[in-house]
């Protein structure tokens, strides 16, 4: 993400004051020439990427987990799972996948792991498989809790950058900030605040905790969606003032006018939003892959994807709920062209409400979240005699456990 926010930055800083004071022809051209030369080192790096096997349709392995518990609902699922369906680990290493230990959460879903002396893959499946169906569904509603950050993101690049034509952008006599730069202050925040919580929070919480992520992921995300709230309150007093003094300067009737307030007046609540974004965005990213099933972390990413473009479409639909309900009866609308006219601390007080709310949201499911587990017990890979032992994997330590197993596996492959 990291580089991803650089090139965002180049594109909001660089790229936009070309378009502004030279022309798009050139604008347009230079990011077309980057993309030319990224799509040839594609092509140069392809043939030495590693690719991982392909595992089958997780979507079609969680539907079978779902038909085959419905069918065996009036089935009471034995109370050890000892007694459950699961496959032999040699075949897991054959496919080179690992097996989940079974959870105590959704045990619905174990109905789909009893015996009945079925063999349909629609009938019975294997606890693995269950539990990866469960790890998938108790991921939902951290992804729905997700929602209302994403969009705050929208806000940025919509009401946030209105907000920047109406004050002063000049610095100096002859430079004038382009309003699509203002965005930047955003990414800037968050690439530098990214850069000091990998460097010097991760330590210092790591002192506290043991964890050697210095806080879990959720925490992570929690302490942004937190910020949110309080990125949309100075939002909303910001906005406060600078309307008191449009008012002052009776600027109210007129559409253009810029309020004598220079730019960075609204530098709080892009640093908050940029700080923010480096907890929950990161967290969330990072979250979805690591707690997806080994065999579905696409699907994790795909999840974390998912909230921008739903957080959209929410940010789209309120603003029109909104607009729409305080015109009612001759009242004057909270958002309107005009924005010296406008009402938009009310909006943006009612974004802090649902913030919060979300919040509360937020908390109360990740209470109850129960980080990914793989089972401890050992298996051997028959066709060569190596034995691979899984361990406990929790949250904080996944990633090099993980990789230290996969890197057994890959030597056990070597030495056929």
């Given at each position: 993400m990291?580089s991803a926010?650089?090139?965002?930055l180049?594109g909001q800083?660089?790229l936009i004051y070309?378009?502004?004071n030279?022309?798009f022809?050139l604008?347009?051209?230079i990011?077309?020439?980057?993309?030319i030369?990224?799509v040839v080192?594609?092509?140069?790096?392809?043939?030495f990427y590693r690719?991982?096997a392909?595992?089958?349709?997780?979507f079609?392995r969680?539907a079978?987990?779902?038909?085959a518990a419905a069918r065996k609902w009036?089935?009471?699922a034995?109370s050890?799972?000892?007694?459950?369906?699961?496959l032999d680990h040699?075949?897991y290493?054959a496919?080179k996948r690992?097996?989940?230990?079974?959870t105590q959460i959704?045990?619905?879903?174990?109905?789909a792991?009893?015996?009945d002396?079925?063999?349909?893959a629609?009938k019975l499946?294997?606890v693995t498989?269950v539990?990866e169906t469960?790890?998938?569904i108790k991921?939902?509603?951290i992804?729905?809790a997700?929602?209302?950050?994403?969009?705050?993101?929208a806000?940025v690049?919509?009401?946030?950058?209105?907000?920047?034509?109406?004050v002063n952008r000049?610095?100096g006599?002859?430079?004038?900030?382009?309003p699509?730069?203002?965005?930047?202050?955003?990414?800037m925040?968050?690439?530098?605040f990214?850069v000091?919580y990998?460097r010097?929070?991760?330590?210092?919480?790591?002192?506290?905790?043991?964890?050697?992520r210095g806080?879990?992921i959720l925490?992570?995300m929690?302490i942004?969606?937190?910020?949110?709230v309080l990125v949309?309150v100075?939002?909303?007093?910001?906005e406060?003032?600078?309307?008191?003094?449009?008012?002052?300067?009776?600027?109210?009737?007129?559409e253009?006018a810029?309020?004598?307030l220079?730019?960075?007046i609204?530098l709080?609540?892009?640093?908050?939003m940029?700080?923010?974004?480096?907890?929950?965005?990161?967290g969330?990213?990072?979250f979805?892959?690591d707690?997806a099933?080994?065999s579905?972390q696409?699907?994790?990413?795909a999840l974390?994807?998912?909230t921008?473009g739903?957080?959209n479409f929410?940010s789209?639909?309120?603003l029109t709920v909104?607009?729409?309900?305080?015109?009612?009866?001759?009242h004057?609308?909270?958002?309107?062209?005009?924005?010296n006219a406008s009402?938009l601390?009310?909006y943006y007080?009612?974004?802090?409400?649902?913030?919060?709310?979300?919040?509360?949201f937020f908390?109360?499911?990740s209470r109850s979240?129960?980080?990914k587990?793989?089972?401890?017990?050992?298996?051997v890979?028959?066709s060569n005699g190596?034995?691979?032992k899984?361990v406990v994997?929790?949250?904080?330590?996944?990633?090099?456990?993980h990789?230290?197993m996969?890197?057994?596996?890959?030597?056990?492959?070597?030495?056929?």
């Amino acid at each position: 993400m990291f580089s991803a926010f650089t090139g965002t930055l180049i594109g909001q800083t660089f790229l936009i004051y070309i378009e502004e004071n030279v022309g798009f022809s050139l604008g347009y051209g230079i990011p077309t020439v980057g993309l030319i030369i990224s799509v040839v080192i594609f092509l140069i790096g392809t043939p030495f990427y590693r690719h991982k096997a392909h595992k089958g349709n997780p979507f079609g392995r969680m539907a079978q987990v779902i038909v085959a518990a419905a069918r065996k609902w009036r089935i009471s699922a034995p109370s050890d799972p000892i007694q459950l369906h699961e496959l032999d680990h040699k075949e897991y290493v054959a496919k080179k996948r690992f097996p989940i230990h079974h959870t105590q959460i959704l045990r619905f879903l174990d109905k789909a792991a009893t015996k009945d002396g079925s063999t349909s893959a629609w009938k019975l499946c294997p606890v693995t498989q269950v539990e990866e169906t469960k790890l998938m569904i108790k991921m939902l509603p951290i992804w729905i809790a997700m929602f209302m950050p994403s969009a705050m993101i929208a806000q940025v690049n919509t009401l946030f950058v209105k907000q920047g034509t109406r004050v002063n952008r000049h610095l100096g006599s002859h430079f004038e900030i382009p309003p699509g730069c203002v965005t930047s202050f955003v990414t800037m925040s968050m690439l530098v605040f990214t850069v000091i919580y990998d460097r010097v929070l991760v330590g210092i919480f790591r002192r506290f905790t043991g964890n050697p992520r210095g806080i879990t992921i959720l925490q992570r995300m929690g302490i942004g969606l937190a910020i949110h709230v309080l990125v949309m309150v100075v939002a909303s007093i910001t906005e406060i003032q600078r309307i008191r003094v449009v008012k002052v300067h009776r600027l109210q009737g007129n559409e253009k006018a810029v309020a004598p307030l220079t730019i960075f007046i609204l530098l709080p609540q892009f640093s908050l939003m940029g700080i923010a974004d480096s907890f929950v965005e990161v967290g969330k990213l990072e979250f979805f892959y690591d707690q997806a099933p080994e065999s579905m972390q696409s699907i994790g990413t795909a999840l974390f994807a998912s909230t921008l473009g739903i957080g959209n479409f929410i940010s789209s639909f309120l603003l029109t709920v909104m607009t729409n309900i305080t015109g009612r009866k001759g009242h004057t609308k909270w958002i309107l062209d005009n924005l010296n006219a406008s009402r938009l601390h009310y909006y943006y007080a009612l974004l802090a409400v649902l913030n919060v709310l979300n919040l509360i949201f937020f908390l109360a499911v990740s209470r109850s979240y129960v980080y990914k587990r793989e089972t401890n017990e050992p298996f051997v890979d028959h066709s060569n005699g190596h034995t691979v032992k899984p361990v406990v994997i929790k949250d904080h330590t996944y990633e090099k456990e993980h990789q230290s197993m996969e890197m057994k596996m890959v030597k056990s492959q070597v030495k056929k």
